[in-house]
């Protein structure tokens, strides 16, 4: 590749820039981060290669490394969820190499990766996994350098822990999404807001009085559950786990298998990290019109391949909209190609949570530097310190006072004389 | 006017009927009514002249009296609502006469109003009032020739109510938005829903953990408030109606004035049929940062030129953002330039709701011919006979099965003679 | 009757004040009337009888009416829904005349109605129109000298109204219930919050994770259905109303049919005015351990007798149950005999409601003596003007201020001459 | 101690046994437990003495202990949270000792611990940490024939963490209130109900419109909260650890600190398992009227010496109130005595919930015989395969089917090397 950046138009960084200037107001604790940053260098002359969705909060987690001393390059964790403009906008301001071009096709992707790779980066930080993967397989001489990895993603951390179960992990990696103010807050409020977001965008469709059945009732399956519910609709919950489900039953949802709830489904998304949640069985018992999505990862959580087998035609009624003709007259709507609905029709997490969960991947770096040579291989969290501390900066940023234990609590939760 | 239509580009016609196609698929009310229409043609030969957003689902309804014998004519109701592949589908494949373009100016708005009465209409149908403002005012040739009018929105209505007391309201309006199906449903779910998604669009903040006032508690604003609350924001009602206020409160809202409210407000949003709800008192109490817009019908909720009077420079973050810079350093971000937000930046109200407005307001046209001459001048209702038939069809369509009354029922609720 | 009353126990009386004056403060309007009672004495001399459950609250009234002048007489207007404390401290610190004893028999019930016609009243207050039907059936002497009535619920207001439709209504009579500081408020979140906690204290079932199903769509079901909601059931609505249907629908509930229903159901309560609203079909697909009850007024929306003729006997698990062993070996269980189950194991409607519902009463047995000679025979509503005051009243004690219209607010409301 | 038990009254026995029979209707997971132990009597000659609430719950525990093969004897863990009808029915019809009374003197309920320790029991089943703290301060020659011990609430977990961490922890400890079937449930939707039900007991007092303070957002604080939501209160939160405050915040709560809060409360509830979570400073802010009361486990979240201090004198205007008049002329309504509100004028933990904690107590119970000699001193959680059992037993009675994964997904699960 001859220049150092592959992205759409160039042209376009002014908007980009003005749209990340928007989303760092949402973001005061990563501004905070990325003003100590700058006084510090902590990652001064580190080589970081980061693939994540290119958007607007990104934008701003580039920015804070690169302050921070870092040389960065990012390329897109997804064909469909960049942002052009924002791609322009670190190209052209930041001088920061991007390689990501929003609906690329799958080898472009890999090329994209590849440029990541390419970087010979000392961390990576990923979401997903893939350049962790990557390294693994096809990099195995850049092991030797690595400081580490970051992840954001649950269904990457899945990925991880399987890899550090069989012993392939070869470095340390910050388990980002492990951290209270990651999981807690952008799986939850994040994903439930912004998938709510995609679909309404992508079909135009009143939830009130609509059965919405939820895959799965981890934290990103019960945010949106939960959002879908505050829109009017009837919740249906699905789900492999007996606690989960359980919670889910008495947290007000109607429990049962995915192939019992299709036959009600007006809508259905899949959020569960896991493969074919959505598959031949649920299709044979859908109603005609049933509009079914994903939220996890991957897009392998709606089993398409075997939706097409089923198909005389496929048409698009609306953008983001594929309307699977079956051959026995039902249609079935599928949206974003069964990719991360929020990022394929809308705009991703807002950038209020990205704040909490960019704030992670930037300390988490930091970390991996400070504690080079520290680190066992395989999977770690960041401190529990780390964490309270961005949840104190973030009420700060928002106004909010909190009781803080007086000598008198601080002994008694010590103490186990007093009696009833 | 040379030809007889004025749109953006007959090239969107396509995409038009496609969205009109997916649109109507949520509608099968308004589907029912088009099959009789069909067959009975009950307004043939009448003159229409429609006043309304030009969205999918008017697309729908314009069809919809076309197939039931109308000449029909639609122009914009809003300069800033109309979907120009709408328009241009309406006209090249229905024939139909639109005088709409997204973003026209307020001469080319009123130039198309005309339009719509050069048409000689014998029925109006108005979205705020606009077409019998300008028959009243414009051209009293044409009330000689008037079966008379159907209005759709809350704001419509109290004008001409005041227009009926100040007796100048010559022939009789069938007042749609008082129907059940129309305010119960539109009013409440459709604003509901696309206010909020309208916001998010605009902005793409997280609503969670925000806090989020709604100018009103009418049909509208209670349907924001609800999903405004639904997505995780703490909900303030500012009202001038104490029991409204109360119930508010009961709802389990905080209730206080918009003065009060500005002062914690993240977000503000009225929607209350009134002028300036957002005055200079609350400007001066706002925080750094606000959001206001405006989900009532006419752009008066928010008093603009107090906001520009006490701004140094408008800049646009995003687009549908006009962010005001304060002469004290504040900035204050108006949405759709306080235009309804659902039209400015999302799609308005989603098609399941405006399937019943829209059946209303063809049930309307066709009582009013079916009435010529029987109705008084001024506003009447729809039968509540026809609202339960909408609501049954409505019932009918989504598979859902109600109680019927039996005799024994029938009778003790006739009777009064039975004990405790 | 030799003495002028009939109670439990006059020793009871002292905790029957203390209770009183509890509730009291919950009821800062009652006490803003009861002070101008005191000064205007509007009832000087009437002779009142009040058919009411005696409560707290009724109570309250009581001492208000009688401050204000009025000859007062309580009796109850349910056999199970008497405060024993409160009749005590009525009779002895107000010499008040009360008839009522908690779980009276249906003989003791009709003596104590008839004492309260023997007091020959010229206002009867009514809670079912028991009073009313009294005095056209069996003293139709006192028509001559009657002011009128005043009804509190709806059941009554349904009787009435059918009494004015066959002419026999031959005195003016406030329907309470018809003003919106009544319904709005004390059939929608006193009976929602009453209900269930009557249903919880009879049984201490958790209701989380259970299936709820409400008969009926009113502002009483519907207040049942939101706290049943929001203690976490899953709520399935049946109604008869096609367009209250639709906004259960909407408003995020299964509706169905009662039959239908019930096969779901852990819980099923009606508030519908009707009769036989769970009948054999209910009973036929009924889960076993399903728990039934009732919150309208009378005791007839469960089909009893069908019940009691399916089974082979009853026995009481805890107070107030009733469990039905089915021929079929199923088991329902019946709370508080098919009764208002917020009075029978609760202690009805809270005092923050009752006293918006007692405000009206109070104001309605003023307004009838001021417009003595002016009314119509025939149901009446309170004027708009004394709703409004009563919620502004409330909403001062409240600590809650409102926005009021400015000047260019009033005008712009009452023109019609500004556009778009 | 003369004779063998300590209760109120024998004769209540019949009633405590319907009751107990009414509550093992909603614990089925506990019933097929039950059918086990009477098979396999793995607690055969066992001497296990329990100190929990005497509720119906858990006398169907302690039924299931003494099937199971234990010599149980049950004391009080609490002077007013004794259902005396139930200890009477598991003294005359189970023959287990019972030492409990509701309203027992403090001295009483010592010498009721006392008995429990005077069993020389081999488990000791707290709620509290009582028996461990009596075995280790007065009975230490019981430690060397100790299976060990189990223990049901956070508060006491706490208490035992910090005894292990000071090493004085001499045997091991069942922690049952890690496992996720007791505290996602019993801590959030039982008690979220049950104090609710508690405080509406106490006062009768409608929540909606009323403001309600939580102290913590941990389980059992956030039912609570969740709960006041959903009954119509305006909820604050408030709270010590920011990652908490910041999830109260995201759930549409206002959060502050309790001296800022309590100048809003109608309700202040505290349920955080600390000390004077309600002090002077939050009684300096505090309105006239608010009621406060506790439902942690221990008396010691309200200060209640503090509040004496101010009070010019003490009335009891309902049963379970004390209404402290202050000095400055506010008067405080204190529920209860500060102890926890959902046993004192409630009835604790509905069976629904309790099904599965006390589900844990009896496979804990088992497994510390199981693993006599083999478990480690301290605290120790019970596995998670007995956790996600006790969830699916639970699932199976309410008739819920959950998807099981396919060999498909199991593998994906397990696998890393697919990509994006």
Not at 90 to 117: C, M, R, T, W
């Amino acid at each position: 590749m001859s220049k150092n950046y592959d992205i759409k138009d160039l042209n376009l960084a002014e908007q980009g820039r003005k749209r990340m200037d928007w989303a760092e107001k949402e973001m005061p604790v990563l501004r905070l981060i990325r003003e100590r940053f700058e006084a510090e260098r902590p990652l001064e002359g580190i080589r970081v290669s980061a693939c994540l969705h290119v958007t607007s909060e990104t934008g701003n987690l580039m920015r804070t490394l690169a302050i921070g001393g870092a040389e960065v390059v990012l390329v897109a964790s997804n064909p469909l969820s960049t942002q052009d403009d924002v791609a322009a906008a670190l190209v052209a301001y930041e001088e920061i190499p991007v390689f990501a071009i929003k609906g690329e096709s799958n080898d472009v992707y890999y090329q994209h990766i590849k440029a990541g790779l390419d970087h010979n980066p000392q961390i990576t930080m990923d979401d997903g996994a893939d350049l962790v993967h990557g390294v693994l397989k096809e990099r195995p001489d850049l092991i030797a350098g690595m400081y580490g990895s970051t992840e954001e993603t649950t269904t990457g951390v899945i990925r991880l822990r399987a890899m550090a179960k069989d012993g392939v992990l070869t470095f340390p990696v910050i388990a980002v999404n492990d951290s209270d103010t990651k999981h807690l807050f952008d799986n939850r409020y994040g994903t439930g807001q912004s998938t709510l977001d995609g679909i309404i965008r992508a079909t135009n469709i009143l939830l009130a009085g609509k059965t919405f059945v939820v895959g799965g009732y981890g934290y990103c399956s019960r945010g949106i559950a939960e959002r879908a519910r505050g829109l009017g609709a009837n919740v249906i919950v699905t789900e492999i786990d007996p606690v989960k489900a359980l919670e889910a039953t008495m947290d007000g949802y109607r429990v049962m298998t995915m192939e019992q709830a299709a036959a009600y489904a007006d809508f259905i998304v899949t959020a569960t990290g896991n493969k074919h949640v959505i598959d031949q069985r649920a299709y044979a018992t859908m109603k005609d019109g049933c509009v079914i999505c994903n939220s996890g990862h991957f897009n392998v959580e709606i089993d398409i391949p075997a939706l097409e087998a089923m198909s005389l035609e496929k048409r698009q009624p609306r953008t983001f909209i594929d309307q699977y003709w079956l051959k026995d007259g039902r249609k079935i709507n599928l949206l974003g190609e069964g990719r991360l609905i929020n990022l394929a029709s809308a705009e991703g997490h807002p950038s209020a949570v990205m704040d909490m969960s960019f704030a992670n991947q930037a300390l988490a770096s930091e970390f991996l530097v400070r504690n080079h040579g520290k680190l066992s291989n395989g999977v770690h969290s960041l401190p529990k310190d780390l964490d309270v501390e961005i949840a104190a900066l973030k009420l700060k940023a928002m106004g909010i006072d909190i009781d803080v234990l007086t000598a008198e609590q601080v002994e008694y939760l010590n103490s186990w004389q007093e009696g009833t």
